[in-house]
């Protein structure tokens, strides 16, 4: 049987809008095609080593949560983590999770907080917060597929050579409200400003991230058998109703 170890990075902080969904749905679609899966929470204090996960899930917290936990991700996992995401594996962040990925996030005032610069993208706050329900188009293997989500943030990211859009925003602001791009794509890591509805409602995503993950672990010729997606479907039309 085969088996995925997902490494959820400080479940115990970083939790808004429900992003432990994402989680949930890479681990529900899994099991319902016979896959193992384990859920490993690692938070401060807690040891992780390059080749112990096969995708790693970081979401988003408020600043005081989110400050609480910067000097562990820098200085004590951040190696490990940036080895990781080099060695292509699947990573999922969301929202400050994505931002604490980059390079610095600048203050309203000016001053600069260094991240871990696994990722070459910035990010600057401002004052005005992008809050909606938003919808996307993303390219999956040449397959264009509408995603809806939402999205809560201050942050306006930028992103840096040798990373892509992860999608095109349709509704909604995006990475910064000026170039019609959302979240980024490096290597094996895919981030986005989007919360915990996103894999829940985009199954099309949730699989991606589970193929590559298997392919990875298990070869290329690894096919991820087929699932409905009757569900999900469901969700994201009336979702894309209401949005309107």
């Known amino acids: 049987m085969e088996k995925l170890i997902i490494g959820h990075f400080y479940p115990d902080l970083l939790n808004l809008y429900g992003d432990r969904g994402n989680v949930l749905a890479l681990m529900r ?15 401060i204090g807690d040891d992780v080593k390059v080749g112990d996960i096969d995708i790693g899930f970081i979401g988003g917290g408020q600043d005081r949560e989110q400050n609480i936990m910067a000097d ?11 080895q990781m995401i080099e060695d292509g594996v699947v990573f999922l962040t969301i929202c ?69 859009p992860l999608m095109t925003v349709i509704k ?39 193929s590559i993950a298997l ?6 010729d690894y096919k991820l058998p087929s699932l409905s997606t009757e569900t999900e479907d469901l969700a994201r039309k009336q979702a894309l109703e209401y949005i309107g």
């Open 96 to 164: 400050g999770g994505y931002q604490m990925l980059g390079k610095y996030y600048e203050e309203h005032d000016g001053t600069k907080i260094e991240c871990l610069g696994a990722l070459p993208h910035y990010t600057k706050g401002e004052n005005e917060r992008f809050i909606n329900d938003t919808v996307y188009e993303i390219d999956i293997n040449g397959v264009k597929t509408t995603v809806v989500g939402f999205e809560n943030h201050s942050g306006r990211t930028y992103l840096g050579e040798g990373e892509k």
């Open 172 to 210: 909604g602001h995006g990475n910064n409200g000026e170039d019609g791009t959302e979240g980024a794509i490096y290597k094996n890591t895919f981030c986005t400003y989007s919360h915990g509805s996103l894999l829940p409602k985009n199954p099309a995503i949730t699989d991606m991230m589970l």
């Open 72 to 82: 562990d991700m820098k200085n004590v996992k951040g190696p490990v983590i940036k």
């Open 215 to 220: 392919k990875r672990k298990y070869g290329e």
């Open 29 to 43: 679609r899994a099991q319902l095609r016979g896959i193992e899966v384990e859920v490993k929470r690692i938070s």
